[in-house]
């Protein structure tokens, strides 16, 4: 789906709601034109009818009655129309499920508590654990996130232990979380499941006995044991680099590129022509650009903006000689030069000699750091005294977090799914369809 087609479908979320928006100055007068045209619809006939109906109710059923048309909500299928309902309606069947998510976020506040309009039907999908339908899937489980469609399904195959391989954050998901409450509940069950009595003591019985029992039970404990480790090391492998975190660490202390509210930029623009005159000596131009400093510092409302970089680091760094000091910025050089780098290269050295690093280095980890993507959580900010998130908003990343697919989405009949289970069904669809050539021996999607 393009973005004008998720634009399209993000337009009609918006504008669905429990309550007709309406204009304050014409209230009154749509709801007139509403109740009348939703009267128009019944004949005279029929309205008499209908009355002479109520009227022969007892008192209690016609109170009910009335109580449950006063509470009712507004029709018209969420205030979208007969089209736009069935755009919705097809468009959604080719979401997948994190997809269906996405246009479930609008959320209303009413009187009874917090409304979830889920307009994706995330909430239709059903789940199902695969673990067991071959060697492979004892080690490798897979869920199923299906929808039905009259009597087809669309599948989508989801690799457990990759998805929290490649995002710890989905062990929340709830195509996962029912796994691991599918795992601990066989281990829980265990002295059920094994039948340890006296049926199982012969050979026939031990053989019985870990085919129908025994083998669930490792492959749950092998299962959680696995996911407890993949959090782990996910955990770490995910971890930012060297070079993004120092390009966090430049952003923080305000030494952004753009950031040009700093005392570094400022004192940068006075080395200039302009400022700097040809007969000036580097102390006497020092001098002249602190006492700048020091004045646009003591300005009202002014720390607000540049205390991120100190006047007293900044004139520390401009005096200081050598390689790494700024020193050999300020004025003209022999042949009457002005030494003033470019604002980048500034900003590098001051980077350089503020943390103990090689210029060369702040230039690599920058342009290295600026290639690599950062994915950003909107669930919470990190906090060293108490991290929180609102329990909607958690629940809405979860839920439109994409886990890793196997396959792309099977349509499979009902009937063809049998006893012989959903893989089986979903092996011979691909086969009938020619889509062998998308799967490997271990069920692994190209």
Same mark, same amino acid.
């Given at each position: 789906?393009?973005?004008?087609?998720?634009?399209?479908?993000?337009?009609?979320?918006?504008?669905?709601?429990?309550?007709?928006?309406?204009?304050?100055?014409?209230?009154?007068?749509?709801?007139?034109?509403?109740?009348?045209?939703?009267?128009?619809?019944?004949?005279?006939?029929?309205?008499?009818?209908?009355?002479?109906?109520?009227?022969?109710?007892?008192?209690?059923?016609?109170?009910?009655?009335?109580?449950?048309?006063?509470?009712?909500?507004?029709?018209?299928?969420?205030?979208?129309?007969?089209?736009?309902?069935?755009?919705?309606?097809?468009?959604?069947?080719?979401?997948?499920?994190?997809?269906?998510?996405?246009?479930?976020?609008?959320?209303?506040?009413?009187?009874?508590?917090?409304?979830?309009?889920?307009?994706?039907?995330?909430?239709?999908?059903?789940?199902?654990?695969?673990?067991?339908?071959?060697?492979?899937?004892?080690?490798?489980?897979?869920?199923?996130?299906?929808?039905?469609?009259?009597?087809?399904?669309?599948?989508?195959?989801?690799?457990?232990?990759?998805?929290?391989?490649?995002?710890?954050?989905?062990?929340?998901?709830?195509?996962?979380?029912?796994?691991?409450?599918?795992?601990?509940?066989?281990?829980?069950?265990?002295?059920?499941?094994?039948?340890?009595?006296?049926?199982?003591?012969?050979?026939?019985?031990?053989?019985?006995?870990?085919?129908?029992?025994?083998?669930?039970?490792?492959?749950?404990?092998?299962?959680?044991?696995?996911?407890?480790?993949?959090?782990?090391?996910?955990? +770490?492998?995910?971890?930012? %680099?060297?070079? @993004?975190?120092? =390009?966090? *660490?430049? &952003?923080?202390?305000?030494?952004?590129?753009?950031?040009?509210?700093?005392?570094?930029?400022?004192?940068?623009?006075?080395?200039?022509?302009?400022?700097?005159?040809?007969?000036?000596?580097?102390?006497?131009?020092?001098?002249?650009?602190?006492?700048?400093?020091?004045?646009?510092?003591?300005?009202?409302?002014?720390?607000?903006?540049?205390?991120?970089?100190?006047?007293?680091?900044?004139?520390?760094?401009?005096?200081?000689?050598?390689?790494?000091?700024?020193?050999?910025?300020?004025?003209?050089?022999?042949?009457?030069?002005?030494?003033?780098?470019?604002?980048?290269?500034?900003?590098?050295?001051?980077?350089?000699?503020?943390?103990?690093? +090689?210029?060369?280095?702040? %230039?690599?980890? @920058?342009?290295? =750091?600026? *290639?690599? &993507?950062?994915?950003?959580?909107?669930?919470?900010?990190?906090?060293?005294?108490?991290?929180?998130?609102?329990?909607?908003?958690?629940?809405?990343?979860?839920?439109?977090?994409?886990?890793?697919?196997?396959?792309?989405?099977?349509?499979?009949?009902?009937?063809?799914?049998?006893?012989?289970?959903?893989?089986?069904?979903?092996?011979?669809?691909?086969?009938?369809?020619?889509?062998?050539?998308?799967?490997?021996?271990?069920?692994?999607?190209?």
């Amino acid at each position: 789906m393009n973005e004008e087609q998720w634009k399209e479908l993000l337009e009609l979320r918006a504008k669905a709601s429990l309550s007709p928006r309406t204009d304050s100055r014409f209230e009154r007068l749509e709801d007139y034109i509403s109740l009348s045209l939703r009267l128009s619809i019944y004949s005279h006939e029929e309205q008499l009818k209908l009355l002479a109906e109520f009227n022969e109710l007892p008192d209690q059923e016609k109170q009910d009655v009335l109580s449950r048309v006063a509470n009712r909500t507004h029709p018209n299928f969420l205030q979208l129309s007969a089209d736009e309902l069935e755009k919705l309606r097809t468009a959604r069947k080719d979401l997948s499920f994190h997809e269906r998510a996405r246009l479930f976020s609008d959320l209303f506040l009413t009187a009874a508590g917090t409304a979830w309009l889920d307009l994706g039907g995330v909430f239709e999908a059903e789940i199902e654990i695969n673990d067991n339908s071959s060697p492979e899937r004892e080690t490798r489980p897979y869920a199923y996130i299906y929808f039905s469609h009259g009597h087809h399904r669309r599948v989508e195959t989801i690799d457990i232990l990759e998805s929290i391989k490649r995002n710890p954050e989905s062990i929340g998901h709830p195509a996962i979380v029912f796994a691991i409450h599918h795992w601990q509940r066989v281990i829980y069950a265990k002295r059920v499941i094994e039948r340890d009595d006296v049926t199982t003591r012969d050979e026939i019985g031990k053989v019985i006995k870990e085919m129908f029992g025994g083998k669930d039970i490792k492959t749950a404990k092998r299962n959680l044991g696995k996911i407890s480790k993949t959090l782990v090391d996910a955990a +770490k492998k995910r971890a930012i %680099s060297n070079e @993004l975190a120092f =390009a966090f *660490k430049i &952003e923080s202390v305000g030494l952004g590129l753009e950031n040009k509210e700093t005392f570094l930029y400022k004192a940068w623009e006075k080395l200039e022509a302009e400022f700097v005159g040809q007969t000036d000596g580097v102390e006497q131009i020092l001098a002249k650009i602190e006492t700048e400093l020091l004045a646009l510092e003591r300005r009202p409302y002014t720390g607000n903006r540049f205390d991120s970089v100190s006047v007293r680091k900044v004139m520390e760094f401009l005096r200081k000689a050598g390689k790494k000091g700024g020193k050999k910025f300020v004025g003209y050089n022999a042949k009457g030069n002005l030494r003033r780098p470019r604002w980048k290269v500034f900003r590098n050295a001051y980077a350089a000699w503020l943390f103990g690093l +090689k210029q060369s280095l702040v %230039s690599e980890y @920058l342009r290295k =750091a600026a *290639k690599q &993507e950062l994915i950003e959580s909107d669930v919470y900010q990190p906090s060293w005294v108490s991290p929180k998130g609102g329990v909607i908003r958690i629940i809405h990343h979860l839920m439109t977090t994409p886990l890793v697919a196997v396959r792309n989405p099977v349509i499979i009949s009902e009937d063809n799914i049998g006893f012989q289970g959903i893989e089986a069904a979903i092996k011979k669809a691909m086969s009938d369809s020619d889509g062998e050539d998308d799967y490997d021996e271990e069920g692994w999607g190209n």
